[in-house]
C-alpha cells in the first residue's frame, strides 16, 4: 500500500514538473526566439544576391539548403543547446555571466573590490565546483601577465557592445522585411517610399511603447510566435509536397562540397548571407535568467527546429522552380489565400524578435552598469516579481534614432543583413572563446577538451566570420562603428572607476591615526547617524579625514557604507549585509557592506535605514555573545565581517514598536536628540516642500527587556538608537577627477575629457544609491590619477 502511494506522488510530482517545463518552454517563444523564426524572411535574399546571383540553378539552391541546414544543427542545436546552456552562473546566461564565472574562479577581474569578502555567500559557488581554479601553466601564465586580463576585458566588452548593437539593427531588418511584403502582394504594389514610411511608423511606435514594460511579453507574444512557427512549418511542407519534392536529398553534406565547387569564391562570399539563418541564436544562451536550459532545449528540438527546416526546405523547393522570385521568396512562396493573413503575423513577429532584443539591451546595459563597465543611467524596474524587467530611458531613445537612421540610409534588407551578420557571428565568436576558458578553469576539464570545442565550433564561425568581413564596405561597417564606440565608451568608464578606486585604497586613513584622535575623534559629534559612502570594503576613506579637516564635527554613531556589486546574479536578502566595527567599541564607528549581485533589483527602499539599524543591533549583540562566550570584551579586529539577516528582528535586541506617518502623532518610545530648533526647522521645511515627505513611515524601536542586564549592550543600543532618532545624514563624496601632469596623452585624454564628459553627462551617484536629497551632504574632492 504504501509503495502504491509513493508511486502516485511521484508520478503527481511528475506531471506537476512536466507541466510546468511545458508552460516554461511555451512561454519562451515570445521572450527567446522571436528573432530566430523570422530568419526566413531575408535569409535566401541576402545569400543570393551578388555574384551569386548569375548561379540561379537547382545545384545552387541545393547546396545553400543544405549549408542552411547544417549551420542550424552545428551552431544552434549542438554548440547552445546541448553545450553552451550547461555553462550558466546560477541560472543566468550571456557573454557577462561567463566573464563573472572566470572572474570568480580564475580571479580574472580587474577591480580589486570585486572579490574581497565575497566568499561569504552560500550561493557564491555553484554546487560540485572548486572555488579556485587548479593551479596549471596556464592558470599561472595568465596571473602573471596582468595585460592579458585587460585584453580579455576588452574582448568581453567587444562582444557585450556587439550585442547592444544588435538592438539597433534587428529592429530594422525585421519590421522592413516584414512589411516589404506590401511592395509586390499583387500587380499594382504600393511604392517603395510608402513601405519605408510604414516601417518606420511601426519602429517608433515599438520603442515608444516600451515605457510600459515587458512582464506581460511571454503569455502576450507567445501566441503569435507559436502561429508563425506552424504557419511557416505548414507552409513549408506544402511547397516541399508541390513544387519539389527531391529537396529532401539536399540534407545530405554531399551538397554543401558540391556547391563550393561550382560556386568557388563566389559561393564562400554568399556565408555572410547563410549565417543569417542563426541571428538570434545568442538569446538562448542570454535569456537564460528567465527560464530554464531544459525549457528552452525542449522548445528548439521540438518546435523551434523543425519548422525551421521545413520552412527553408520549402522556400528552396519554390525556388528551385522559380528562380525569378529570389528578390521576395519568402511571399512569393506564400499561396495567395493566405498572403495576408500570414503578412499580419509575419509583421506581429517582426515585432515580437525586436522586442525581444532590445530587452536582452537593456539587461546587457544593466549588467555592464552593475559591474562598473558602464556610466550610470537610469533604470526602471516594470515588474514586481519578474527579475529582469527593466526599461532604461536613455538606451531606449538611442536605439530608436540609430535603427531609424539605419532603416532611412539603407533601405535595403541586403545591406542591413551584411551587418546583422557581421554583428551575430561576431557575438558567437567571442562567446565560443569565453566557453573555451570556462571548460578549463570552471568545469576543470582537459586542455585537450577546450581546444576540441574551440577548433569545431571556432573554426566554423572564423569561416562565416571571414565572409561577413569582405562585406564591410556594403554595410557591414556599422556595427563594427557602434561596437567600437560602445566599447571604448565602456572601457574609459571601467577604467576611470578603477583608477579612481586605486586612489582611495593607496590614500586611505590608517588605523593609526584614528586611534589617534581618542573616542572623540579630535571634534564634535553631534546627534545622528552619518552614512558615509565609499568604494572601500577596508580601511577609512580619505573623503573622511578632508571632511573633519574642513568642518570639525561628525555625528555620534558613524557607518561607512560600501554598496557593491559582486559576479553573481543574485544575492540572498538574508546574505546581503556585511557589518563590522572600526576602531574601539566606544568610538561608535562601523563598516557596512551592501552586497548586489548584477541582476539584483535596487530599489529605491524606505527601510533600508531600518535594516541598517536592526543589522548593526545584530551585529553588537552576536559581538557580545562571543565575547562572554571567551570571556574578553575586546572590539572587533578591523576587517573581520559577520553577515547579518534583516528579515526579522529576532536576536536584534530592539522590538519594532509602532510604524507611523512623519505627519501623524505617536507616543515616541526612545528619548529624541533633537533641539526644539531642529525641530522646528524640519515641520518649516516639511510646509514649504508641500508635506512631499509627511507620507514616509518610520519605524520606532525600544531595546527589549532581555538585553538590559547588559550595561555595554545596553548603552550602545542606547546610543543607535538615540543617533537614529535624531536623523540619518548621507555624507557622500563629490570628486572631480584629473590626470597627472606626467601623464601620458591617451591616459589625460581618457581622464581629463571622456571619463570627466561622461560623469558630467550621466546620472549622479546620489540618485543612483537612492539618497534622499534632504538628507545629502557632498563632500568635493580632486582625485589626481
Avoid at 514594460?213 to 506544402?238: C, Q
Avoid at 538590559?708 to 535624531?726: F, G, H, I, T
Amino acid at each position: 500500500m504504501d509503495e502504491e502511494i509513493g508511486a502516485a506522488a511521484r508520478q503527481g510530482q511528475w506531471k506537476s514538473s512536466c507541466k510546468a517545463l511545458s508552460l516554461l518552454a511555451f512561454q519562451s517563444f515570445g521572450v527567446v526566439y522571436g528573432d530566430l523564426s523570422t530568419s526566413p524572411l531575408y535569409v535566401y535574399k541576402s545569400a543570393l544576391s551578388g555574384r551569386l546571383d548569375s548561379y540561379r540553378d537547382e545545384a545552387t539552391i541545393f547546396g545553400l539548403l543544405s549549408l542552411i541546414f547544417w549551420t542550424l544543427t552545428l551552431l544552434p542545436l549542438l554548440k547552445y543547446v546541448l553545450i553552451v546552456l550547461s555553462a550558466d552562473d546560477n541560472g543566468e546566461g550571456g557573454t557577462f555571466a561567463l566573464y563573472s564565472l572566470l572572474c570568480r574562479h580564475a580571479k580574472f577581474s580587474l577591480l580589486p573590490n570585486q572579490q574581497a569578502a565575497d566568499e561569504e555567500l552560500s550561493t557564491y559557488y555553484q554546487p560540485g565546483v572548486g572555488r579556485a581554479a587548479a593551479s596549471s601553466p596556464l592558470k599561472r601564465f595568465l596571473d602573471k601577465h596582468r595585460k592579458l586580463r585587460t585584453c580579455l576585458l576588452l574582448f568581453v566588452l567587444f562582444g557585450a557592445s556587439t550585442v547592444i548593437g544588435d538592438g539597433v539593427l534587428t529592429p530594422a531588418i525585421s519590421v522592413l522585411s516584414a512589411v516589404s511584403g506590401l511592395q509586390n502582394p499583387a500587380p499594382g504594389g504600393i511604392p517603395d517610399g510608402w513601405v519605408l514610411f510604414i516601417a518606420c511608423v511601426v519602429l517608433v511606435g515599438l520603442f515608444s511603447l516600451q515605457h510600459r514594460g515587458t512582464h506581460r511579453v511571454a503569455f502576450m507574444f507567445a501566441p503569435i510566435v507559436v502561429i508563425w512557427l506552424l504557419s511557416i512549418g505548414a507552409i513549408g511542407l506544402y511547397n516541399i509536397i508541390t513544387w519539389n519534392p527531391r529537396i529532401c536529398r539536399a540534407l545530405s553534406p554531399h551538397y554543401v562540397v558540391k556547391f563550393f565547387k561550382i560556386t568557388g569564391k563566389d559561393g564562400w562570399l554568399s556565408l555572410g548571407g547563410v549565417l543569417l539563418a542563426m541571428t538570434g541564436t545568442e538569446a538562448m544562451f542570454a535569456d537564460l535568467g528567465h527560464f530554464s536550459a531544459a525549457s528552452i532545449r525542449l522548445a528548439f528540438v521540438g518546435v523551434i527546429y523543425p519548422c525551421l527546416v521545413l520552412q527553408y526546405m520549402g522556400q528552396a523547393a519554390f525556388l528551385s522552380r522559380n528562380m525569378s522570385d529570389v528578390e521576395d521568396s519568402f511571399y512569393q512562396s506564400v499561396p495567395g489565400p493566405i498572403f495576408w493573413p500570414v503578412f499580419v503575423i509575419a509583421t506581429l513577429a517582426a515585432v515580437v524578435g525586436s522586442q525581444s532584443i532590445i530587452s536582452a539591451t537593456f539587461s546587457i546595459v544593466k549588467q555592464c552598469l552593475a559591474l562598473g563597465c558602464f556610466p550610470r543611467v537610469k533604470v526602471v524596474h516594470t515588474s514586481r516579481w519578474i527579475y529582469g524587467q527593466i526599461y532604461i530611458p536613455e538606451i531606449n531613445w538611442i536605439l530608436m534614432v540609430l535603427s531609424l537612421a539605419v532603416t532611412l540610409g539603407f533601405r535595403d534588407t541586403t545591406v542591413i543583413g551584411n551587418a546583422y551578420g557581421l554583428a551575430c557571428i561576431t557575438v558567437m565568436f567571442v562567446t565560443t572563446w569565453l566557453m573555451s576558458l570556462v571548460i578549463i578553469f570552471v568545469w576543470q576539464k582537459n586542455l585537450l577538451i577546450a581546444l576540441l570545442f574551440l577548433v569545431l565550433f571556432g573554426s566554423i564561425e572564423a569561416i562565416y566570420f571571414s565572409a561577413a568581413v569582405v562585406k564591410i564596405p556594403q554595410g557591414g561597417w556599422v556595427p563594427i562603428a557602434l561596437a567600437l564606440v560602445i566599447m571604448f565608451t565602456m572601457y574609459v568608464w571601467h577604467y576611470g572607476t578603477r583608477r579612481k578606486y586605486m586612489f582611495d585604497f593607496q590614500n586611505k586613513v590608517s588605523m593609526k591615526w584614528i586611534l589617534n584622535l581618542g573616542p572623540s575623534l579630535g571634534i564634535m559629534r553631534v546627534p545622528g547617524i552619518g552614512l558615509i559612502y565609499t568604494e572601500l570594503v577596508t580601511g577609512v576613506p580619505a573623503i573622511f579625514s578632508h571632511f573633519v579637516t574642513n568642518l570639525p564635527a561628525f555625528h555620534q554613531v558613524l557607518v561607512f557604507v560600501c554598496v557593491k556589486s559582486v559576479p553573481v546574479p543574485y544575492v540572498p536578502t538574508d546574505e546581503r549585509y556585511l557589518i563590522g566595527r572600526i576602531g574601539p567599541r566606544e568610538y561608535r564607528m562601523y563598516r557596512c557592506i551592501v552586497r548586489y549581485g548584477y541582476k539584483d533589483v535596487q530599489k529605491d527602499d524606505e527601510n533600508f535605514e531600518n535594516h541598517l539599524v536592526m543589522s548593526i543591533a545584530k551585529f553588537i549583540q552576536m559581538e557580545a555573545e562571543e565575547a562572554a562566550s571567551s570571556g574578553s570584551y575586546e572590539s572587533s579586529t578591523e576587517g573581520r565581517m559577520a553577515v547579518v539577516h534583516t528579515t526579522d528582528t529576532t536576536g536584534t535586541g530592539l522590538l519594532v514598536r509602532d510604524s507611523i506617518d512623519d505627519a501623524g502623532t505617536s507616543l515616541s518610545l526612545t528619548r529624541s536628540s533633537k533641539s526644539e530648533t531642529l525641530r522646528s526647522l524640519q515641520s518649516i521645511y516639511e510646509q514649504e516642500s508641500g508635506g512631499g515627505l509627511s507620507r514616509r513611515r518610520r519605524v520606532r524601536f525600544q531595546i527589549s527587556e532581555e538585553e538590559r542586564a547588559d550595561p555595554q549592550v545596553r548603552d550602545e543600543l542606547s546610543d543607535l538608537l538615540e543617533a537614529k532618532e535624531a536623523g540619518v545624514a548621507y555624507i557622500i563624496g563629490h570628486s572631480y577627477v584629473k590626470a597627472r601632469k606626467n601623464s601620458n596623452f591617451l591616459k589625460t585624454f581618457a581622464i581629463d575629457y571622456a571619463y570627466s564628459f561622461l560623469r558630467k553627462n550621466c546620472r549622479g551617484p546620489s540618485v543612483t544609491l537612492h539618497i534622499p536629497h534632504i538628507s545629502l551632504i557632498e563632500v568635493g574632492m580632486i582625485y589626481y590619477v
